[in-house]
């Protein structure tokens, strides 16, 4: 399935709360008053039942991740065209959709409200450090990327999205370097072991790894097709990180 479906059109029919639905609400022209903090609310329980609480759901993650794009996209000060190629890429945005999704970006651009209440409203749809919201960030450090590297702003930006989604600092290295690439005489970041783990530890890391990124998991949670491809990227970077300390240590 697609990111996408047929949300974007009828996003302003739904009640989705919180800061999403009040850009939303901006976006087609609705009068809706900005959100502070202590307004936020718990939307697991905010939502309705059913069908209607999924497809609610949906939306909002949709128009959250276009939201998190725009801000990764804006962090160092400036919106390249690198960027908005590499959201398209990562996200696929089908040409019916191209419109919609380029109004919520911009209006995400020029939102003066920060990142961080889009971020608690995406984590609170998702267990922490759940595999999607790892997906995400995955998505976010392609855009990152695009324009040849990436800031210390970006920087900032992407460790505090995950820590908003439960990540803790080590967990966003091992991400990290999955993206920018460890140093070439230690690949064990990228596996979350430290050099001095044993190969029984660095084996276990490996296997968790490839248990929680492989596509086959991810389908059948009925993720969509952009976050499998970034998973089987992902796990292809892990298999070169074990297969590395492997011949390094002789592990058979």
Known sequence: MSIWGKIL???AGFALGGPVGALAGA?????VDMLTEA???DDAKALPSGDERAATRQIAFTIGVIVLGAKMAKADGKVTREEIVAFKEVFRVPPAELRNVGRFFDQARKDAQGFEPYARQISKMFPRKSRVLEELIDGLF???KADGEVSDEELAYLRQVARIFGFADADFERIRHSHLGPDESDPYTLLGVTRDAS???I???WRRLIRETHPDKLIAKGLPQEFVDLATDKMARVNAAYDRIARERGIA
Not at 27 to 31: D, N, Q, R
């Open 199 to 201: 190969d029984a530890e």
């Open 27 to 31: 976006v087609a022209g609705h009068a």
């Open 39 to 41: 307004n936020l609310q």
């Open 142 to 144: 392609h855009i990152a």
């Open 9 to 11: 059109g009828g996003a």
């Open 203 to 205: 084996k276990l890391a």
